[in-house]
């Protein structure tokens, strides 16, 4: 071993600073590199949330679009509807009126034939024995859904006399096809 002087003390110290200072520096190096790469990363992360947050906000926007010219589409399809609806109410009122035309139409028919009627009754009446007996009886054929009431007002007559006419009692039903008796002889 060689001998401790002063200069040998200085040489281990030495080269443990050297030692140190070219580790330092290394690490310094090393750390550069390190914080460079750290950077450089959060640099591409950055770009890349930008593209797709932009890629997401153009998706959205698409979207919306097509949205809204859905919206515009239904929009105008209600307006057809509402229109058809329309169109339907009028022609529905009108076959209302027409169905009322065609009912007072029949009452009105109805009522000349009772008025028909009570002139021929009336006519009848004052004419001679011999003319009366001229005159033939009528019969009226029940049709479904026809009443006593209902035949009686057609012909003028009271549901009385219809059954006295056709021997029917008070209770008794009239059927389909049966063919009634509607004004006497000579009246």
Do not use: C, W
Request: overall charge positive; proline content about 3%.
């Amino acid at each position: 071993m060689s001998e401790y002087t002063p200069e040998n003390d200085k040489k281990p110290v030495e080269e443990t600073i050297n030692v140190l200072r070219y580790n330092l520096g290394a690490s310094s190096i090393k750390s550069d590199k390190s914080l460079v790469r750290y950077i450089g990363g959060l640099f591409f992360l950055t770009m890349l949330l930008t593209v797709y947050f932009s890629f997401q906000q153009y998706s959205l926007s698409e979207r919306f679009n097509e949205m809204a010219l859905n919206i515009t589409n239904l929009e105008l399809r209600i307006g057809g509807f509402e229109e058809q609806q329309a169109e339907l109410q009028a022609k529905s009122s009108n076959s209302v009126i027409g169905n009322e035309v065609e009912t007072l139409s029949s009452k009105v028919s109805a009522l000349e034939k009772r008025m028909t009627l009570s002139q021929a009754n009336k006519k009848s009446s004052t004419d001679s024995p011999k003319q009366s007996k001229a005159v033939k009886k009528r019969y009226h054929e029940v049709k479904k859904g026809e009443t006593l009431y209902r035949i009686s007002k057609q012909y003028g007559i009271t549901v009385d006399e219809l059954r006295r006419l056709n021997k029917l009692s008070p209770n008794q039903p009239i059927e389909v096809g049966q063919k009634l008796l509607v004004s006497k002889v000579g009246s």
